[in-house]
């Protein structure tokens, strides 16, 4: 019967480069960093109870190796060879379920490490009978909370982006013990790529170093991500609908995606390999499901009937005590304001008929532990998926959230429908305990102050 260390011996046979060895000895922060080599946060994403997704970029395309070890041993040394331009994605698997993992790329050869990136972590899911708390932080459309998000600017541009993008309501993220974090879309503001630069792969990739090679530093590390996108991780949805396209946006679009499969670790080299619409169960804790509600996008649909049964399996069969449903556009009908209720067609509430579907079968299951995330309206709330009614689909909390951008509209939502409303940048953290059946919201401000709490108790 094969040991975890033999299997990796066994990999490490298999995958010229790869060498497995003990850790003792070995302290990574004697290593100095080098932000000229590695200026963007190498970051792990997707983790399962096995397995870790890790992406990283080195600058100058030099061999490197990638090392992931516990605070007992390395597991793993990944000999990283040049590929033309130094955007590398590795999948690790054989991992021990609920242990922590530390990550970070090296230059020259171990046991003599030179220069490194920094260090991040992640803790692998624990098996799915264990049921333990989870915190997750949620960002969405990151900003300076002004009106104006922060857009990068290519070289032509008056004020081209010349250095890294920083973000304030980030800086304090280390203070919190997280176990993932969800990103739900706008996580860059593209639009000029596509605009000025003909949106070639090269300048998305290019430009994505504005984002990654600044605020994110603070918060990516902490944590393993799970992402979504919308729509400026190419450009303003205004500029195309994607059920009435051409050759050249099909192009753009093609373009935009394969540079975030190449930067983001979503456990997939490419969209055809596998979706953005995907779902990870943290134990008998939470199944979250993350959606794809930009590209697949029809006239009267919000999303492919294959993800919207998708979304229905999990509500209905997840073991989980509870189903967050990670969703960039919110589910939650908002029309106490004429401008908010004319602005709808980002929003479930604009297709009524998948909208339907899920609430039926929120209504049918009584399903009360199913909680939405969302962001896209450039704000933050807490409250319920409708104004009035007690059942399921009307009572159902939904969190929004803004890491910067600020919506002047938000002054219009119900108090009644919505405990929270806040337009500043805030970092909200989930908490479900499974065992009390609670989920505790809690929202941090800018300056890593409290602005808002509440257990919700009634899920």
Same mark, same amino acid.
């Given at each position: 019967?094969?040991?975890?260390?033999? %299997?990796?011996?066994?990999?490490?046979?298999?995958?010229?480069?790869?060498?497995?060895?003990?850790?003792?000895?070995?302290? !990574?922060? /004697?290593?100095? &960093?080098?932000?000229?080599?590695?200026?963007?946060?190498?970051?792990?994403?997707?983790?399962?109870?096995?397995?870790?997704?890790? @992406?990283?970029?080195?600058?100058?395309?030099?061999?490197?190796?990638?090392?992931?070890?516990?605070?007992?041993?390395?597991?793993?040394?990944?000999?990283? &060879?040049?590929?033309?331009?130094?955007?590398?994605?590795?999948?690790?698997?054989?991992?021990? !379920?609920?242990?922590?993992?530390?990550?970070?790329?090296?230059?020259?050869?171990?046991?003599?490490?030179?220069?490194?990136?920094?260090?991040?972590?992640?803790?692998? #899911?624990?098996?799915?009978?264990?049921?333990?708390?989870?915190?997750?932080?949620?960002?969405?459309?990151?900003?300076?909370?002004?009106?104006?998000?922060?857009?990068?600017?290519?070289?032509?541009?008056?004020?081209?982006?010349?250095?890294?993008?920083?973000?304030?309501?980030?800086?304090?993220?280390?203070?919190?013990?997280?176990?993932?974090?969800?990103? %739900?879309?706008?996580?860059?503001?593209?639009?000029?790529?596509?605009?000025?630069?003909?949106?070639?792969?090269?300048?998305?990739? $290019?430009? #994505?170093?504005?984002?990654?090679?600044?605020?994110?530093?603070?918060?990516? !590390?902490? /944590?393993? =991500?799970?992402?979504?996108?919308?729509?400026?991780?190419? @450009?303003?949805? +205004?500029?195309?609908?994607?059920?009435?396209?051409?050759?050249?946006?099909?192009?753009?679009? /093609? $373009?935009?995606?394969?540079? #975030?499969?190449?930067?983001?670790?979503?456990?997939?080299? @490419?969209?055809? &390999?596998?979706?953005?619409?995907?779902?990870?169960?943290?134990?008998?804790?939470?199944?979250?499901?993350?959606?794809?509600?930009?590209?697949?996008?029809?006239?009267?649909?919000?999303?492919? @009937?294959?993800?919207?049964?998708?979304? =229905?399996?999990?509500?209905?069969?997840?073991?989980?005590?509870?189903?967050?449903?990670?969703?960039?556009?919110?589910?939650? $009908?908002?029309?106490?304001?004429?401008?908010?209720?004319?602005?709808?067609?980002?929003? #479930?509430?604009?297709?009524?008929?998948?909208?339907?579907?899920?609430?039926?079968?929120?209504?049918?299951?009584?399903?009360?532990?199913?909680?939405?995330?969302?962001?896209?309206?450039?704000?933050?709330?807490?409250?319920?998926?409708?104004?009035?009614?007690?059942? !399921? +689909?009307?009572?159902?909390?939904?969190?929004?959230?803004?890491?910067?951008?600020? $919506?002047?509209?938000?002054?219009?939502?119900?108090?009644?429908?919505?405990?929270?409303?806040?337009?500043?940048?805030?970092?909200?953290?989930?908490?479900?305990?499974?065992?009390?059946?609670?989920?505790?919201?809690?929202?941090?401000?800018?300056?890593? +102050?409290?602005?808002?709490?509440?257990?919700?108790?009634?899920?």
């Amino acid at each position: 019967m094969l040991t975890r260390r033999a %299997l990796l011996q066994l990999a490490a046979a298999a995958v010229p480069g790869l060498l497995v060895g003990c850790g003792a000895g070995f302290d !990574p922060d /004697a290593v100095p &960093e080098s932000i000229t080599r590695f200026p963007r946060t190498p970051m792990s994403g997707d983790v399962t109870s096995t397995r870790a997704v890790l @992406t990283f970029h080195v600058a100058d395309d030099t061999p490197v190796v990638l090392r992931v070890w516990t605070g007992e041993e390395v597991v793993l040394d990944s000999a990283i &060879e040049p590929n033309g331009d130094g955007f590398h994605k590795v999948m690790v698997d054989d991992l021990v !379920p609920g242990t922590e993992y530390h990550y970070a790329v090296f230059s020259g050869k171990p046991r003599r490490f030179e220069e490194r990136s920094l260090i991040g972590r992640f803790r692998t #899911w624990p098996s799915e009978d264990t049921r333990e708390p989870v915190s997750i932080a949620l960002l969405a459309c990151v900003g300076q909370g002004t009106i104006l998000p922060d857009y990068y600017y290519p070289e032509g541009m008056p004020v081209p982006t010349t250095e890294p993008i920083q973000w304030e309501v980030f800086t304090h993220a280390r203070e919190h013990d997280l176990d993932a974090i969800v990103h %739900l879309g706008d996580q860059a503001y593209l639009d000029y790529v596509w605009e000025l630069q003909d949106g070639t792969v090269e300048a998305y990739l $290019n430009a #994505w170093g504005a984002f990654h090679g600044g605020g994110y530093r603070d918060v990516y !590390p902490l /944590a393993p =991500l799970y992402a979504t996108w919308d729509d400026h991780e190419a @450009t303003d949805n +205004s500029d195309f609908d994607p059920w009435d396209t051409t050759p050249e946006i099909d192009a753009k679009v /093609a $373009n935009a995606q394969e540079a #975030w499969y190449r930067v983001m670790p979503i456990d997939a080299m @490419t969209p055809s &390999e596998a979706p953005v619409w995907r779902s990870f169960r943290f134990g008998g804790t939470v199944e979250l499901v993350l959606l794809d509600c930009r590209y697949e996008l029809q006239e009267d649909h919000l999303m492919s @009937t294959a993800q919207l049964d998708f979304l =229905l399996d999990r509500i209905e069969s997840s073991p989980c005590r509870f189903v967050c449903v990670a969703t960039p556009r919110p589910f939650a $009908n908002i029309t106490s304001d004429p401008a908010l209720a004319a602005d709808n067609q980002d929003r #479930w509430e604009a297709y009524t008929a998948d909208r339907g579907r899920v609430t039926a079968l929120l209504d049918a299951l009584d399903a009360r532990h199913v909680v939405f995330v969302a962001g896209d309206l450039h704000m933050n709330y807490l409250g319920r998926v409708s104004l009035e009614g007690d059942a !399921p +689909s009307q009572d159902a909390w939904e969190v929004c959230v803004t890491s910067g951008n600020v $919506n002047p509209l938000a002054g219009g939502l119900s108090r009644e429908q919505f405990e929270l409303v806040d337009t500043r940048p805030h970092l909200p953290i989930l908490t479900f305990d499974p065992d009390a059946g609670t989920i505790h919201v809690a929202f941090y401000a800018r300056d890593g +102050s409290l602005t808002f709490e509440r257990t919700l108790d009634d899920v």
